[in-house]
């Protein structure tokens, strides 16, 4: 495994940012809505302490299918860390010499490997209070090819952070990724599959959907459950972050305002929404 920071780190960089992150004013147009709500709060929204990813609108994708597309590129690929600036932007660690602010070079597909070892394994020893030495890799992760083509967004936040003492490695899956120059497979949309997730309620047994949706800044996995209830009267459904609610019609939980204040059926009605189904009891589909 061969890692080399480039000597022009600092010219590369820059024309990382000019290409791939919004100007201040554009960030202000774009986030209007989010920064006007937290500063209601009487927190300050600072512009240059926000996280590069913060400052990009590019697909949101699952963990797994951001190191699939790595191992797509062939030969290697630059990968850099958070700017350098923020106080805990962690560096690029190479034979003990941290590079913050450095642009390393390395293979793609034995970065894939790196990056998908470190943060499992990482998250495997927390779970038994340890924790991983010897580490190279930054916690948000910057990777692209020379020419900026593609882009790929390793971040240090999951989607189940609600599940991260109970189960830590499905947290881990839920790693918050974005992707930029690659190929995805045809947007489906809520209401193309919503025939379908009735048709398979509507049957008398139990079941399980696990489903994804993703826009530009947000991925969820989420599962949709269908039991029979404890007082034997008919079945129940919950979503598996919400467990602690079950909804007695599958109308009610679709209107339930359970993705951060918004229902399934809202989250459906929002620009650039990508809808996914991934198994059926288990199943891939």
Same mark, same amino acid.
């Given at each position: 495994m061969k890692i080399s920071i480039l000597k022009n780190s600092k010219e590369i960089?820059?024309?990382?940012?000019?290409?791939?992150?919004?100007?201040?004013?554009?960030?202000?147009?774009?986030?209007? =809505?989010?920064?006007?709500?937290?500063?209601?709060? &009487?927190?300050?929204?600072?512009?240059?302490?926000?996280?590069?990813?913060?400052?990009?609108d590019y697909r949101a994708i699952s963990f797994a299918k951001s190191l699939e597309f790595l191992r797509?590129?062939?030969?290697?690929?630059?990968?850099?860390?958070?700017?350098?600036?923020?106080?805990?932007?962690?560096?690029?660690?190479?034979? =003990?010499?941290?590079?913050? =602010?450095?642009v390393a070079k390395m293979n793609a597909k034995e970065l894939a490997e790196l990056i998908e070892f470190e943060w499992n394994e990482g998250w495997r020893l927390s779970s038994l209070d340890m924790y991983l030495t010897n580490t190279v890799l930054p916690e948000d992760i910057y990777v692209f090819d020379e020419i900026m083509e593609h882009l790929l967004v390793f971040t240090h936040e999951n989607d189940y952070w609600e599940l991260e003492i109970e189960q830590p490695m499905k947290a881990a899956a839920s790693r918050f990724c974005m992707m930029h120059g690659f190929e995805l497979p045809e947007a489906v949309t809520y209401e193309k599959i919503k025939c379908m997730l009735e048709a398979e309620l509507s049957l008398d047994c139990s079941l399980e959907i696990e489903m994804s949706y993703s826009c530009s800044m947000y991925f969820r996995r989420f599962i949709i459950s269908k039991w029979y209830n404890e007082d &034997?009267?008919?079945?129940?459904?919950?979503?598996?972050?919400?467990?602690?609610t079950?909804?007695?019609?599958?109308?009610?939980?679709?209107?339930?305002?359970?993705?951060?204040?918004?229902?399934l059926k809202e989250v459906s009605t929002l620009k650039g929404v990508r809808f996914d189904l991934i198994a059926i009891n288990g199943n891939k589909v």
């Open positions: 960089r820059q024309a990382f940012i000019d290409k791939f992150t919004m100007t201040e004013d554009e960030f202000r147009k774009k986030c209007r =809505g989010w920064i006007e709500s937290v500063e209601a709060k &009487n927190y300050s929204v600072i512009y240059e302490e926000r996280y590069l990813w913060e400052l990009m797509t590129l062939s030969g290697d690929v630059y990968f850099m860390s958070e700017n350098e600036e923020k106080p805990d932007c962690s560096g690029i660690q190479v034979e =003990g010499v941290e590079h913050k =602010g450095g &034997n009267t008919g079945y129940e459904y919950w979503f598996d972050f919400d467990a602690d079950n909804y007695s019609t599958w109308e009610e939980a679709e209107n339930a305002k359970v993705f951060n204040e918004l229902s």
